[in-house]
Each structure stands twice: as C-alpha cells, then as structure tokens.
C-alpha cells in the first residue's frame, strides 16, 4: 500500500469510529437526556445563581433516558410499516441492549424519585403521566398520546417547561413566582419550536398513521413560519425577565443568540435531512443553549 492509499485507510476507520461514537450518543438518547439535565442545570443557574448538583438533577436525566428509550423501541413496532428504516436501524441493530438500557435507566429513576422531597415528588406526576402517556401505548387501539392530532406539540413543550423549570425552582426552596412563570413560558416556546420542527421530518410517518399535525395542516413552509414566531415570543419573554433584574444583559444576550442558531437550523430544515440534522444538531441546540449559559457566565 502506498502512504496515500494508508493515510486514507486510517482516515476511513477514525470516521466510522467517530460516526459509532455519535450514532451510540444519539440513538442512545443520551444526547436528548443531557438536554434535559443541562436545562435543569440553566434554570437554577439563571433564577438561583446555584449549580449545585442534586438527586433531582439525576432524576430528570434518567428518567428522560427511560422515556425516550421507551418510546424508540415502542416505535420498532411500527418498523415495517412506516418508519424510515435509517431512524430505527440503530436500535433495531442492538434492541437487546437498548432493552436493558431502559431497565437500567427505570430503576435508576425510581431510586432517584424516592429521594426528592415530596412536594417535589407529588409535582412529578403531572409530566410523568403526560410522558408515559406519549411513549407508552396506553390508549384504545394501542394509541399513544403522541398519536392523537396535534397534542404531541402541546404535550412535549409542557413537560419539558414544567420539568426543567418548575421543578428544579421547587426542589431549591422556593415557590412560585413571576420570573420562574416567565421562564417557563420562554422554555414551553423554544422546545415547542424545536418539536414543531420534529413533525417535519415526521410528516410522511404521521401521514401514514393518520396523525394531523402542524406541517400536515398548514404545510411545511408556514410551519416554519410557526416556530419562528414561537423563538419570538421566547425572546420576549426573555426580555421581560431581564427588565424584572432576574436575568443579566448578559444572560439575555446568550438566549437571543440561541434563538437565532435554532431558528437558522428550522429555516434550512427539510424532510430530506437527516437524522444527525434533527437529533443531532436541533436537539443539540438544547445542549447548546444550557452551554452559553453556564460557560458564558
């Protein structure tokens, strides 16, 4: 072999080694998880000035880790049927072992919720019936919540906002009040953004289920339309927090700068794009958001 024909030799196996490292993160749904935590983490940091880690942190993580995985292998179900097969081969490839990652990621959520003070415990079960009811199959005909026209938007935004807003607000002392309501509406807007873009590159899977969803309305273009307008308004509420002295300039700067990343990845995003654009790279703007914050601090 010559040095070229080496070099490129080794260049092909770091990259598919780098694609199993990113293909285990993502489908793993560690990636998405890490979200979670890390909202958490920007939630007490942008309302508390704390990052002080606690069993709530570790309970959204896991219980994310759970849902997430659940609903991905629920879905395998619906393998031959409607799902492309590039968004489940990954754990069609390795179910055994995503079916011990679930368990592992259920008992871990379990021991975690038995440590969280019980008003915080009683607050959970609001979200966790809403997200089972999303992943699990426990309506009529093997329905999910997620397979009722347009409730997976309302019901993601709300579970999302609540767990990582509410929550973490509660679980450090303190009750309700104007700052939290308001960065729990931006939250509701910048992840119903996101997921409004999800049903984009869902549209053909839902159309074959008969799920009507927002781009299956209003079609894909003034479903962009649609989420922009909800990075708006999440900008807005940004703002008002920080006129109420609960965010710095600082803080706010770094939140409109995620909005415009995000809404930059919903303009370009197209049912063609592929799973590392929405899971990787959309579901990353979550990641990244909690990263400007805390970093940029």
Same mark, same amino acid.
């Given at each position: 072999m010559t040095l070229r024909q080496i070099f490129t030799h080794k /260049? /092909?196996? =770091?990259?598919f080694f780098l694609k199993q490292i990113i293909n285990f993160i993502i489908y793993s749904n560690i990636w998405i998880a890490l979200g979670a935590f890390a909202l958490c983490?920007?939630?007490?940091? /942008? +309302?508390?000035r704390d990052l002080s880690l606690n069993f709530l942190d570790g309970f959204v993580f896991f219980s994310t880790l759970f849902l997430y995985t659940a609903h991905r292998i629920i879905g395998l179900q619906k393998f031959n049927v409607a799902a492309p097969p590039t968004r489940f081969s990954y754990?069609?490839?390795f179910k055994i072992f995503f079916y011990i990652w679930m368990t592992v990621a259920a008992l871990a959520s379990c021991i975690l919720f038995f440590k969280l003070p019980q008003n915080v415990q009683w607050l959970t079960i609001l979200p966790m019936l809403l997200s089972a009811g999303y992943a699990l199959?426990? +309506?009529?005909?093997?329905?999910? +919540?997620?397979?009722?026209?347009?409730f997976k938007i309302l019901l993601v935004a709300l579970a999302w906002a609540w767990v990582t807003v509410v929550?973490?607000?509660?679980?450090?002392? +303190?009750?309700?009040?104007?700052?939290?309501?308001?960065? &729990?509406?931006?939250?509701? %807007?910048? $992840?119903?953004? $996101?997921? $409004?873009? &999800?049903d984009i590159r869902d549209l053909m899977v839902d159309q074959r289920l008969q799920?009507?969803? $927002?781009?299956?309305?209003?079609? =894909?273009?003034?479903?962009? =339309?649609?989420?922009?307008l909800m990075l708006i308004l999440m900008i807005i509420f940004t703002l &008002?927090?920080?006129?109420?002295?609960?965010?710095?300039?600082?803080?706010? /700067?770094?939140? %409109?700068?995620?909005?415009i990343l995000t809404g930059f990845l919903i303009i370009f995003a197209t049912i063609n794009r592929s799973d590392y654009y929405f899971s990787g790279l959309l579901d990353g703007m979550i990641v990244l958001q909690a990263i400007l914050i805390l970093v940029l601090k």
């Open positions: /260049l /092909l196996k =770091i990259k983490l920007q939630t007490k940091w /942008l +309302l508390m754990l069609y490839q199959p426990l +309506l009529p005909n093997k329905k999910r +919540l997620r397979d009722l026209s347009y929550l973490p607000v509660v679980a450090h002392g +303190l009750w309700y009040n104007l700052p939290m309501w308001l960065l &729990f509406s931006e939250r509701f %807007c910048f $992840i119903a953004a $996101i997921a $409004i873009t &999800f799920v009507k969803t $927002i781009p299956f309305t209003l079609g =894909i273009k003034n479903t962009k =339309i649609v989420a922009v &008002f927090n920080f006129k109420l002295d609960a965010y710095t300039f600082h803080n706010w /700067l770094v939140l %409109c700068l995620s909005a």
